[in-house]
Each structure stands twice: as C-alpha cells, then as structure tokens.
C-alpha cells in the first residue's frame, strides 16, 4: 500500500461493499438450494455454487480494477468507449453467437462476451460526460437533449433487434431516470411521454412472437394456465405459500418439484421468498434500499458532477434490475429476463455488477483528492 494517499483508504465505503457481499452470499445459499436434491446428491447444486464462486472471485478483482485509478479519466475515454460499444453491438447482428433463439453473443477465444452489457456501463458514463460540464442546476429542453436521445435510442435499437427486449428496457429505465435526475423541463418530459404512447402501440408489430406471447401472458396468464400462463401462476404460488415465516431453508416445494423455470436465475426470488416468507422478503427488500441509500450518500457526496452522476447512473442501474425482477416473478410486470441483481446465477452479471460498485466506490474514496 506504499504511496497510496491515506484519504483513499480512509473514505473506502466499508457499508456498501459488506452489503453488496451480504446480498451476493444469500444468493449463494439461494442458488444451491433451487438445484437440491434431498433424495440423493445434488450435482446442479454444488456446481453452479462452485461456478458462482470461481465468478466472485473474479469479481473481485474487477472490482478492485475500478477502484484503482481516478474515475476523472473515464471522461477523456467515454466516445471512444461509445463508439467502440456500436460497433461491437452491430458485430452481434452479423456475427455473433446465437443460442435459445436469442445472437446476443460474441465468441472471442472460447469466452462468450454480451456486448449489450457493457452498455449499461457506457450509458451512464455517456449521460454523466453530457451533463458533467453544468455548474449548477438547470432545467433542459427537449432539443437540448435531443442529441443524447439519439445516442441512446440507436444502440438500444441494436439490442432489441438481437432480441434483448430486457436490456434494452432497462438502459432505456436507466437513461430516463438519469434525464429526470438531472433535470427537464415539464413540456419536454410531456413531449418525450406522448412520443412514447404514440410508439408504444406501432412497436408491437417489431416484437417477436414469443416477445408479444410474454406480453399476452402477463396482462392474462390464467387464460392458459397449462401454457403460457404456467411459469408465472407457478411462480405466485411460491411466493404466496411462503406465507409469513417460509417453508425453511431448502424445504421449498415449487423448486424441487421442478413447477418453476430457470429457478436459480430469473426466478430465484420465488425460491427465497418461498423458503423464508414475507418476512424474510422483507428483510431481503431492506437489505437492498441499504444498499441504495449508501449509494445516494455517496454521490451526495462526490467532488463533481460526472463522479455525483456516475454514482446516480449506477444505482438506477440496480434499481431497475430489482424492481423488474421482483416484479416479474409476482405478476406485476411481463417476464423479460432481468436478473434480481447480486443474487441470480450469472457470472457477466456477477462481474458487472461488482465492477459498477467499484466504480461507486472509486468516487466515494476519492471526494476530497483534486
């Protein structure tokens, strides 16, 4: 640590990182108990635990990556990183991997990488660069911000055509949410919304069937109960038979008779709360808005515009994620396949994840270093 400035180590945010690490050993625990089997060994079980392991380790170390240089660089790399981020989204269309119906995937050297996640990433570093240069708060019109719209709207276009329709609503979420951070005005924030009722009914002609099937299934699932509708009925039933205290720790019926889908990834919410009950949800919720509000300190906090944005961008980013992931295993929202953020089986996601909270980190340790 020689030459480090103490004031780093002193301002490193011990609250958020023990959280974080908190959230991610409960789905840990979570994900070896939606594949166990307690009639014999449970093989899913400790693979995909050691796997998840192998991906925090390297977590990591990303983590620390982005923790360690001055997050005011990013400034000078954000077009080239946007630029760079389009081209390998259009490099997806014409020779990425596809797999389950979905190309979302570049193969490089055996290592399967989804461009559309670095996006997110980019997204809040274009945003936070947009707005970092203003003193003070103001608010902006639409033509204003026209330009950044565009910048978003076609690479989201990119991801959407591959199809990721959930990532691609969830940078849009992000972005939005961000605009309305810094600030707009009321007849632009009106105007971008009719916008968006207009297009809303015209863009269901660009959704593929299973899309517009999802879509079908959220607004009417019991219509067919043995189909389409089955998951997500499935889905509700495990939450509900919780009931207040849970079933108990890998005593979870819906899962181990295999009526849930992807139980250790998009619907590991189910598992929980189906095990531990609408308290232990309960205190699950409340360990996330922890989680949020050390990061709201944090960008309060921050030495300028572009880290406090940062911070911002960072924090929608896994907002969004558990509001839609929760969501969608309750019934209130289509399933789109956003996983519940620190605690899904995912090593991308895994690393991503921590790689943004490093970068969180990176500007709370560094308020007071000009």
Do not use: C
Not at 131 to 155: A, D, T, W
Not at 186 to 207: Q, V
Request: avoid cysteine; glycine fraction near 8%; charged fraction near 15%.
């Amino acid at each position: 640590m020689i030459g480090i400035d103490r004031r780093l180590i002193n301002n490193f945010n011990w609250l958020l990182f023990v959280v974080a690490l908190l959230l991610t050993s409960i789905g840990i625990a979570t994900i070896y108990s939606a594949n166990y089997n307690p009639e014999g060994v449970s093989y899913l079980s400790f693979i995909h635990v050691k796997k998840q392991l192998i991906w925090l380790i390297v977590s990591f170390f990303s983590m620390i990556i982005f923790i360690s240089f001055d997050y005011k660089k990013l400034e000078a790399y954000v077009f080239p990183l946007y630029i760079f981020n389009v081209i390998l989204l259009i490099a997806v269309l014409i020779i990425g991997k596809t797999s389950m119906g979905a190309q979302r995937w570049l193969s490089l050297g055996g290592f399967n990488f989804q461009p559309s996640e670095l996006f997110k990433f980019t997204t809040i570093l274009i945003v936070a660069k947009f707005f970092s240069n203003e003193s003070k708060i103001k608010e902006y019109s639409l033509i204003e911000v026209l330009k950044l719209i565009l910048m978003i709207l076609f690479p989201v276009a990119l991801i959407v055509k591959q199809p990721d329709l959930g990532t691609g609503l969830l940078i849009l979420f992000v972005f939005s949410s961000m605009l309305l951070f810094v600030g707009i005005k009321r007849s632009s924030l009106i105007k971008i919304i009719a916008a968006g009722l207009i297009f809303a009914p015209l863009s269901w002609n660009f959704l593929k069937t299973y899309q517009k099937k999802r879509i079908l299934t959220f607004l009417f699932p019991e219509k067919d109960p043995l189909g389409a509708g089955y998951h997500i009925i499935q889905s509700k039933i495990a939450v509900g038979s919780g009931k207040l205290f849970g079933k108990g720790y890998l005593h979870g019926t819906q899962n181990k008779l295999h009526f849930l889908p992807e139980e250790h990834t998009d619907f590991i919410f189910s598992v929980f709360a189906e095990e531990w009950g609408f308290i232990g949800t309960l205190i699950l919720i409340s360990i996330y808005i922890v989680f949020f509000i050390t990061m709201i300190n944090i960008s309060q906090k921050a030495r300028d515009n572009f880290g406090a944005l940062i911070v911002i961008g960072v924090l929608f980013i896994f907002f969004w994620q558990f509001f839609i992931n929760i969501g969608m295993v309750i019934g209130i929202l289509p399933v789109v396949g956003i996983p519940l953020p620190l605690i899904s089986y995912g090593g991308t996601s895994l690393v991503v994840s921590y790689s943004l909270i490093g970068l969180v980190l990176n500007v709370g340790m560094r308020r007071y270093i000009f």
